[in-house]
């Protein structure tokens, strides 16, 4: 099946720590997104890729890093420097239809 | 700066209704507006696209009209049940072409 995967569903971290949450597509789509989500509020976008070795930050990257060597992939790294950063995480990509298609999320909390 | 608001406030309604959403832009000059539906702990789904040149656009139970005078994007459900309960975020693409969420509304259908 056609999809975007992401891993782990619930992830923990601890203070100083950096974590990473995996986002996999095998859709061919060339775009692709970060966005956090907190309680009651709506997705605000972390960073975005367009194409393969080059991204873009978004409203709110820092504390956050990024890679995108291959086009499958658009892993997030939350570093030490985020220090709030307890939210339900969210990848996405895009084709040439311009909708999105999400994955199922990553629930990131603070130990 | 760029905003996308939508109704704060849940939107409660009975089963066989029609449910009304709102989404009210400033700052964007879009060349189309999107919906999303989003259920609790999963990533939002896409439903409906509308371009800057239709003033509506039509899908099963769902219409959506787009006026790019007043800045507004109207979504309805008509003949409403149970299970269309859920979030529905209102999306448009800023100048970087990524996607950018309003906060979305909830809805609760009652049998």
């Known amino acids: 099946d056609g999809g975007i995967t992401q891993s782990p569903k619930y992830l923990f971290r601890k203070e100083g720590q950096n974590v990473t949450l995996s986002c996999e597509q095998n859709?061919?789509?060339?775009?692709m997104y970060w966005y956090r989500q907190d309680p009651g509020q709506g997705l605000r976008l972390i960073y975005y890729s367009q194409i393969v070795n080059d991204f873009q930050k978004g409203d709110i990257a820092e504390g956050y890093s990024v890679s995108r060597e291959k086009k499958e992939s658009f892993p997030l790294t939350v570093t030490s420097a985020q220090k709030n950063p307890t939210a339900f995480y969210l990848c996405?990509?895009?084709?040439?239809?311009?909708?999105?298609?999400f994955g199922s999320g990553t629930q990131l909390s603070v130990l | 700066s760029q905003k996308i608001e939508q109704n704060s406030e849940a939107l409660n309604i009975q089963e066989g209704k029609t449910a009304t959403l709102t989404c009210n832009y400033t700052?964007?000059?879009?060349?189309?507006l999107q919906w999303y539906r989003q259920d609790p702990g999963r990533g939002p789904v896409f439903l409906l696209l509308?371009?800057?040149?239709?003033k509506e656009k039509r899908k099963e139970r769902l219409k959506v009209t787009f006026d790019t005078t007043l800045k507004q994007s109207l979504f309805h459900i008509t003949a409403s049940q149970p299970a269309d309960s859920a979030t529905y975020l209102c999306?448009?693409?800023?100048?970087?072409?990524?996607?950018?969420f309003g906060k979305g509304t909830s809805l609760l259908v009652t049998p």
């Open positions: 996405a990509s895009t084709g040439y239809t311009e909708k999105l298609f």
């Open positions: 999306a448009l693409v800023d100048s970087g072409y990524a996607l950018n």
């Open positions: 700052n964007y000059s879009p060349a189309y």
């Open positions: 859709l061919n789509h060339d775009a």
């Open positions: 509308i371009r800057e040149n239709e």
